[in-house]
């Protein structure tokens, strides 16, 4: 399995940036295919994640309204779309995969690849 997280960086507060997530080695349809992050000195946190085979998506709360995730089932890619970024949204974030529904939200995904740091300055 591999996930190759892309597209961090440093953004303004009240800006948008866009992540992408490349996986590979596994059936994408038959598993949750989603994002978490970790702050500095903080817990993980889990964003959200999303059913290729179905599209189905589930947020945590705090990011609900403002995070959109989105597949490409040809390309076997998911896409991370952030608006309205805050400061406290800088963490390095993971692209994550796992068979059991909602798992990467909840608790530590039986998957992940290398993360991408993304900044969001006051």
């Known amino acids: 399995v591999q996930l190759q997280a892309s597209g961090g960086g440093l953004v303004q507060a009240g800006g948008s940036l866009r992540l992408s997530c490349a996986a590979s080695?596994?059936?994408?349809?038959?598993?949750?295919i989603g994002w978490f992050r970790q702050a500095p000195g903080k817990e993980r946190e889990g964003i959200g994640c999303i059913n290729p085979g179905d599209g189905t998506t589930y947020y945590a709360d705090s990011v609900k309204g403002r995070f959109t995730i989105s597949r490409d089932n040809d390309k076997n890619m998911v896409y991370l779309q952030m608006d309205s970024l805050k400061p406290e949204d800088t963490a390095v974030y993971y692209c994550?995969?796992?068979?059991?529904?909602?798992?990467?939200?909840?608790?530590?995904?039986?998957?992940w690849g290398q993360g991408t740091q993304v900044t969001v300055s006051s």
């Open positions: 080695g596994f059936t994408f349809d038959d598993y949750d």
């Open positions: 994550a995969a796992d068979q059991v529904q909602h798992r990467i939200v909840v608790l530590t995904p039986e998957y």
